[in-house]
């Protein structure tokens, strides 16, 4: 049904569905027999949904730095998360984590379905880091352990001032950013990143993300998890929970602007990030999830099913970006039409409608700044309706066909 919607409602995604399925299972087929290799690819593909696929692009052995330091970093992740585990117990996991990586027997039961599996038989993505070179092991090692001490240390605070959301992002994510830095610097692939934009690229996504998943941090059983900023939340309402009440929906809904606002800083950073990256496999890993981050912003702000339900992008119109992301022209288009977006959506009577525009308006400077954005090609969240034409009388032939042979 999923499928038979797509046709009729966006028609122009359905090849870029069926390219995606066909390359996912491709993926699966070509998943290495040894034990650990085995494991760590077929878990990166249930834990990092469409990532897996660009991650599976890379040249052999930066994929394989890349999918155990996806793993080891949402393993850590995944003891963060879980809710369950007294702090005097989660504490110390998290700032010894990056000694466990290298113990082929360690492992620690934590959170739910594919992610408790990860940390049942973690032992096996050990395995498969131990036979990383050196420089990745390094790398990956050194990430581990700041991280792993930042989210300690929040373990035991609270996400008070808009430096504390910062900081707490930087370690979750930024360090992310400066990690695959180095990881793409050790392949000899790219010149090393300066820490400011590679963080900048970690922060953007984090703070997407945050945005997106308020009901689900808020709901979170037995304990909600709450990383908006008092400082900015405090301005809409009492309690941070209170925006879930439908009655508080204008003030959840500026606050919600407020932080989106808040995370476009980064987008110009990101820009300039991925205009410097060389080897194209390694540009369309970093850029993908951008866009999918700058395409999410736009759908969340001033949308009040942010605190409603799940509000993310269209399986269609993820395939669609996966399809299309193969140059920094690419890049500047994606980015030039979902900031349009957004803008078609700030409200003057918001209280941060203006600083809003300025942050889009910089976005949109930027792309058209570049010398390589072609407006002609803006048809990243819009179909292109003689396209979408063709490919249904395509679809149409397709189906007599298909009846005509069944009838002979």
Request: proline residues 3%.
């Amino acid at each position: 049904m999923g499928m038979l919607a797509a046709m009729v409602t966006h028609p122009d995604e359905v090849y870029p569905m069926v390219k995606l399925k066909l390359a996912s299972d491709r993926i699966r087929r070509q998943i290495p027999a040894e034990p650990h290799w085995s494991f760590s690819y077929s878990m990166l593909q249930k834990v990092s949904r469409s990532f897996a696929l660009v991650i599976q692009q890379l040249e052999p052995q930066l994929r394989d730095a890349v999918c155990v330091f996806y793993l080891v970093l949402r393993a850590l992740d995944t003891v963060e998360d879980d809710t369950s585990i007294p702090s005097d117990i989660k504490v110390p996991i998290l700032q010894n984590f990056y000694l466990h990586i290298y113990d082929r027997k360690w492992h620690f039961s934590c959170g739910a379905k594919d992610y408790k599996i990860l940390m049942d038989k973690f032992h096996l993505v050990s395995t498969a880091f131990l036979e990383l070179d050196k420089s990745y092991q390094e790398a990956i090692e050194d990430i581990t352990r700041r991280m792993g001490a930042g989210m300690a240390k929040f373990i035991c605070k609270e996400v008070e001032s808009i430096d504390d959301y910062d900081e707490y992002c930087h370690y979750v994510a930024g360090l992310v950013g400066l990690g695959l830095s180095k990881l793409f610097h050790a392949s000899g692939s790219e010149e090393l990143a300066s820490d400011n934009l590679s963080n900048s690229m970690g922060l953007f996504l984090q703070k997407t993300n945050i945005i997106r998943d308020y009901l689900e941090d808020i709901n979170e059983i037995p304990k909600s998890r709450m990383f908006w900023p008092r400082q900015i939340w405090s301005k809409y309402a009492d309690k941070l929970e209170g925006f879930k009440n439908a009655g508080n929906s204008t003030k959840a809904v500026e606050c919600l602007n407020d932080l989106v606002t808040n995370a476009l800083i980064h987008a110009e950073d990101c820009l300039q990030y991925m205009s410097a990256l060389k080897d194209l496999a390694i540009f369309r890993f970093c850029a993908i999830p951008q866009i999918m981050a700058i395409g999410t912003l736009a759908l969340c702000y001033n949308n009040v099913e942010v605190f409603r339900g799940v509000v993310k992008m269209r399986r269609g119109l993820t395939a669609k970006i996966i399809d299309q992301t193969n140059s920094m022209s690419d890049v500047y288009g994606a980015f030039y039409e979902f900031s349009s977006l957004l803008k078609s959506k700030i409200d003057d009577n918001d209280p941060n409608a203006k600083l809003t525009r300025k942050h889009v308006e910089a976005i949109q400077k930027a792309c058209g700044s570049s010398g390589l954005l072609d407006t002609r090609g803006l048809r990243m969240h819009e179909s292109n309706r003689h396209t979408s034409l063709l490919i249904m009388v395509v679809f149409l032939l397709l189906a007599l066909l298909l009846s005509f042979l069944s009838h002979k």
